[in-house]
């Protein structure tokens, strides 16, 4: 399930990029630091290469020659294909639909917000990615929790706090847990995506936020 604030905390493998976004980045290692420009190049082709042919395809060999980085860099920064795919996805996901900011509104103001736009991400490009990545990392290692490592826990952490703010300063009147509060929003946006049981607009979303949250604003 994927998903989507509050202060990010660091995690390994994650750098906060400038504005707020984050950005993957495999596990530190000695030598010489990266390139900001060569890692941005590679994550964004193999985001690109996902996105036109399908993560199958996406080779290492397929990302080296479309970034002009060598396989021997690419080797290097990432543990496996599906590590740089999911970080190529949370690189493309940091621009596309980044955290809200605290101060940016009420902390149920900020979850509407960013309900409405992940359920927009949904119906296009972004979601078929997504989708597609997180397919890949089951059939590759039985299950999704290299994604939930490398790209949701980071996110949902964020907005788990954003609820928890909310309950502590009395605008979510919601009374369960932050956890699962989070999980029953993008967990229904999800399963109603996953199945086309519906349209998901960021109407929907916004409603559904409200529903679940229960906020006074």
């Given at each position: 399930?994927?998903?989507?604030?509050?202060v990010?905390?660091?995690?390994?493998?994650?750098?906060?990029?400038?504005?707020?976004?984050?950005?993957?980045?495999?596990a530190?290692?000695?030598?010489?630091?990266?390139?900001?420009?060569?890692?941005?190049?590679?994550?964004?082709?193999?985001?690109?290469?996902m996105?036109?042919?399908?993560?199958?395809?996406?080779?290492?060999?397929?990302?080296?020659?479309?970034?002009?980085?060598?396989?021997?860099?690419?080797?290097?920064?990432?543990?496996?294909?599906?590590?740089?795919?999911?970080?190529?996805?949370?690189?493309h996901?940091?621009?596309?639909?980044?955290?809200?900011?605290?101060?940016?509104?009420?902390?149920?103001?900020?979850?509407?917000?960013?309900?409405?736009a992940?359920?927009?991400?949904?119906?296009?490009?972004?979601?078929?990615?997504?989708?597609?990545?997180?397919?890949?990392?089951?059939?590759?290692?039985?299950?999704?929790?290299?994604?939930?490592?490398?790209?949701?826990?980071?996110?949902?952490?964020?907005?788990?706090?954003?609820?928890?703010?909310?309950?502590?300063?009395?605008?979510?009147?919601?009374?369960?847990?932050?956890?699962?509060?989070?999980d029953?929003?993008?967990?229904?946006?999800?399963?109603?995506?996953?199945?086309?049981?519906?349209?998901?607009?960021?109407?929907?979303?916004?409603?559904?936020?409200?529903?679940?949250?229960?906020?006074?604003?």
């Amino acid at each position: 399930m994927p998903g989507e604030g509050g202060v990010c905390a660091r995690r390994p493998g994650v750098v906060t990029a400038k504005g707020g976004g984050e950005e993957a980045d495999s596990a530190p290692r000695r030598g010489r630091p990266r390139s900001i420009e060569t890692t941005n190049a590679i994550l964004e082709s193999a985001y690109a290469l996902m996105a036109a042919t399908g993560p199958t395809v996406t080779t290492i060999d397929a990302v080296a020659r479309h970034s002009n980085v060598s396989k021997m860099t690419i080797y290097k920064w990432w543990p496996s294909r599906e590590a740089l795919l999911i970080d190529a996805f949370l690189h493309h996901a940091a621009q596309m639909l980044p955290l809200p900011p605290v101060g940016a509104g009420s902390p149920a103001a900020r979850a509407r917000r960013h309900a409405a736009a992940y359920a927009e991400a949904l119906q296009g490009e972004f979601g078929k990615v997504q989708l597609a990545v997180i397919s890949e990392c089951i059939s590759r290692t039985g299950s999704a929790e290299l994604f939930y490592a490398r790209y949701l826990q980071l996110r949902r952490d964020a907005l788990v706090e954003t609820i928890a703010a909310g309950q502590r300063d009395g605008s979510i009147l919601a009374e369960g847990q932050p956890e699962d509060l989070y999980d029953a929003i993008y967990g229904s946006l999800f399963y109603r995506y996953v199945f086309g049981i519906a349209p998901i607009t960021p109407s929907y979303a916004r409603t559904l936020v409200d529903l679940v949250l229960r906020p006074k604003d």
